[in-house]
């Protein structure tokens, strides 16, 4: 069965750190590319770190949306078929259901909803004092 598990969400207060953590089963997560979205209370889903399949050669590239990057870091760590978000110095408006996915896409850009196969099923982040 494929499925995506995250963990990692909860409450804390502005300028603290979180790590969410996901990690897949069914499916070999090295073979896709990765990323991290979130929805706003009111908001729609965006992309907020993604990083493409890249070849043998080269890892794959990464996109950070413009106001997380610096603060965030998307990582994957293939022996444990297990991907991160390291979130530093959070934000009130980092407060949202944080969702992990999975795309088969070879696009160099890939944070986009459309083109990921598998999804998680969500944690709560809530930044506040």
């Known amino acids: 069965q494929v499925q995506l598990v995250e963990s990692g969400g909860g409450l804390v207060q502005p300028g603290e750190s979180l790590t969410l953590s996901c990690t897949a089963s069914?499916?070999?997560?090295?073979?896709?590319?990765i990323g991290w979205f979130r929805q706003a209370p009111g908001k729609e889903r965006q992309g907020v770190a993604c990083?493409?399949?890249?070849?043998?050669?080269?890892?794959?590239?990464?996109f950070y949306f413009h106001s997380v990057k610096g603060r965030f870091t998307i990582s994957r760590d293939n022996a444990k078929n297990t991907m991160y978000l390291q979130m530093n110095d959070v934000k009130p408006e980092d407060t949202a259901v944080y969702y992990c996915?999975?795309?088969?896409?070879?696009?160099?850009?890939?944070?986009?909803?459309?083109?990921?196969?598998?999804w998680g099923q969500g944690t709560v982040v809530t930044v506040s004092q």
């Open positions: 990083i493409s399949q890249g070849d043998h050669n080269t890892g794959g590239d990464t």
């Open positions: 996915a999975a795309s088969s896409s070879r696009a160099k850009y890939v944070c986009d909803e459309p083109r990921y196969d598998y």
């Open positions: 069914g499916f070999k997560l090295d073979s896709y590319a």
